[in-house]
């Protein structure tokens, strides 16, 4: 019942996560479904063995300070995983999401085209939002892929912890991960900017500093690309304004109206057979009429931009919904369930 036999079982089934936790198996996520990868029930003293077969005894002691901590892991055979150790009710448990060993071309991942053109610039700030799960990490991988491949640049990424790889083409790429290369974000980010950088990647915008720091290194010339836990561009936009002093609202609103190039928001949901998951996707890119309603703190007003700038590429939530309806991807009780405009939407799909 080791931590190894059963990420090699996860692998063989195609999963997407794995759960360790007391008192129950260890289970695999397929899809929407979870599938027991242990025949007995795991009690709190085999999975600290299996904790301790991942990282050692000596950070056993960091857990019990934190409460959990983040790793990346790599099997001999080259499979890796992202880790999250964590204490609940005073046991160890585990949650692991499985990374593919390769990254998937754009072309796999279903993505609206309009997202090549983000890798087409030369600076401000992209973001990539959604809930845990969403395909974020995947999808910002893809985008770095494209650039490593097409461009000459030097790209920096932060990362906590890394999951894919990597491997220098026409760019050069320095991957540095969180507890390992650098402290925080914030520290990596602001040496980051001292190391001749063209594209940045950070793993996740956490806080205010980071955030503050990011939209600088965007004004400054470089592209940057990130990512936060945020579904729609709205709702993206004003978690990133009110994470500031209501008396730097206004300067960060004008700020990020100038840096921002995008915002793309995307969900993954089961399809219509229930066999995979399909991505939805909401994509914003900004236009004079979407920078000016920035400025004015007039974001509720975006919503209605997004739905008539087809032809600039781009897409609301709820008309990707309804595409992947009326094209048998999805069902309808899908659809109407991660909707935004109910009214809206059961125009589309009522008949």
Do not use: W
């Not at 974000?185 to 980071?210: H, W, Y």
């Amino acid at each position: 019942m080791d931590i190894f036999s059963i990420l090699k079982k996860a692998i063989n089934l195609e999963a997407s996560d794995v759960h360790i936790i007391e008192g129950t198996y260890a289970k695999a996520r397929i899809v929407n479904k979870f599938v027991n990868l242990t025949e007995n029930i795991l009690s709190g003293l085999d999975i600290k063995n299996m904790v301790v077969e991942l990282i050692g005894y000596d950070k056993l002691e960091r857990i019990q300070e934190k409460g959990q901590i983040d790793i990346s892991y790599c099997l001999q055979t080259g499979e890796r995983f992202r880790i999250n150790i964590y204490l609940q009710r005073g046991y160890y448990s585990l949650s692991i999401r499985l990374i593919k060993k390769y990254i998937p071309p754009f072309e796999s991942l279903n993505l609206p085209p309009s997202l090549l053109d983000f890798t087409k610039k030369k600076k401000g700030l992209i973001l990539i939002t959604g809930p845990t799960g969403s395909g974020k990490s995947t999808t910002l991988a893809s985008l770095i892929d494209i650039i490593n491949h097409t461009k000459q640049s030097h790209i920096i990424t932060l990362e906590d912890p890394i999951e894919y790889i990597h491997y220098h083409d026409k760019s050069i790429i320095s991957q540095r991960e969180v507890g390992k290369d650098l402290i925080n974000f914030n520290e990596g980010l602001v040496s980051a900017l001292r190391q001749d950088p063209d594209v940045i990647l950070i793993g996740e915008m956490r806080d205010t500093q980071t955030i503050s720091i990011a939209l600088r290194a965007a004004e400054t010339g470089h592209l940057v690309l990130s990512t936060l836990h945020t579904i729609g561009s709205a709702k993206t936009i004003d978690r990133i304004i009110d994470s500031f002093p209501s008396n730097q609202q206004e300067q960060i609103r004008c700020q990020f109206s100038t840096v921002c190039e995008g915002i793309i928001s995307q969900q993954l949901l089961p399809s219509k057979d229930e066999m995979n998951n399909i991505v939805a996707t909401e994509v914003m890119i900004p236009n004079p009429a979407i920078r000016n309603l920035i400025r004015e703190n007039k974001i509720y007003q975006i919503k209605n931009c997004i739905q008539t700038g087809l032809k600039q590429g781009m897409q609301s939530m709820d008309q990707d919904l309804i595409r992947l309806f009326k094209e048998g991807k999805i069902s309808k009780e899908v659809v109407l369930n991660n909707c935004t405009d109910y009214e809206y939407v059961n125009r589309f799909i009522s008949n």
